[in-house]
């Protein structure tokens, strides 16, 4: 079963506009990964964060991680038409750390 | 160098016949992961290979499929008497099994249609 859920499952939002994603967890993890995946098919890695650090940034990327919650966000400001995506979280579990659990995602739309 | 690539991008078989799908990973990368997403869901691990260890095969879903990684480098998921269920994107991943905190690289991926 997926681990990962992410929240909304589906966005849409017009150009310039910040998007904000959110993912929650079950279990004990050592990090989080965010992923982003065009058309259904392979993924990139966008953005990593560790079980000790609360927040990351990466060019218009803000990530956000609150262990106490289980919780992790992901920021995408000034949205371009480009950054029209599906994006996933992954976790990490502290006792296997080369899987990763992915989420479910969200379909982000960005209208131009 | 190229990254992870997958063959066939597409493929399309009966209900019955067996199907094998190829990954060859980044080089140098010596873990290899096996997902399966189908349309609109998220990935579902199937199998992780890391290096000379026996394979974590818990995401198999029955006794049909099954993979296996040649000389540490090529990857081959091989799927038995396919099922229409069977039908999905099967993604390959590799990465630096050295890093604990571990960014996995994506082939495109093969698109399965049973019919």
């Known amino acids: 079963s997926q681990q990962g859920e992410e929240d909304p499952q589906a966005l849409s939002i017009q150009e310039g506009e910040n998007a904000t994603m959110n993912c929650s967890y079950k279990?004990?993890?050592?990090?989080l990964q965010w992923y982003r995946q065009n058309s259904g098919r392979g993924l990139v890695h966008l953005i990593l964060i560790r079980s000790n650090e609360r927040e990351k940034h990466s060019g218009r990327l803000r990530v956000t991680l609150d262990t106490s919650k289980k919780s992790s966000s992901l920021l995408i400001t000034a949205s371009r038409a480009a950054d029209t995506a599906s994006y996933f979280c992954?976790?990490?579990?502290?006792?296997?750390?080369?899987?990763?659990?992915f989420g479910q995602g969200t379909r982000l739309t960005i209208n131009p | 160098g190229a990254g992870v690539s997958q063959s066939p991008s597409n493929k399309v078989t009966e209900k019955g016949k067996d199907v094998e799908l190829r990954c060859d990973p980044i080089?140098?990368?010596?873990?290899l992961y096996w997902y399966r997403q189908s349309l609109g869901q998220g990935l579902e691990f199937l199998i992780y290979f890391q290096g000379n260890s026996a394979p974590d095969k818990s995401g198999l879903p029955s006794d049909r499929f099954s993979a296996e990684r040649t000389g540490g480098s090529v990857s081959t998921l091989t799927i038995q008497r396919t099922q229409q269920e069977d039908s999905a994107v099967y993604l390959c991943?590799?990465?630096?099994?050295?890093?604990?905190?571990?960014?996995?690289?994506f082939g495109p991926g093969t698109r399965l249609t049973v019919l």
């Open positions: 080089s140098g990368h010596t873990a």
């Open positions: 992954a976790t990490g579990d502290v006792k296997g750390a080369q899987k990763l659990v």
């Open positions: 991943a590799s990465s630096l099994v050295q890093a604990p905190y571990n960014e996995q690289f």
């Open positions: 279990t004990s993890i050592n990090n």
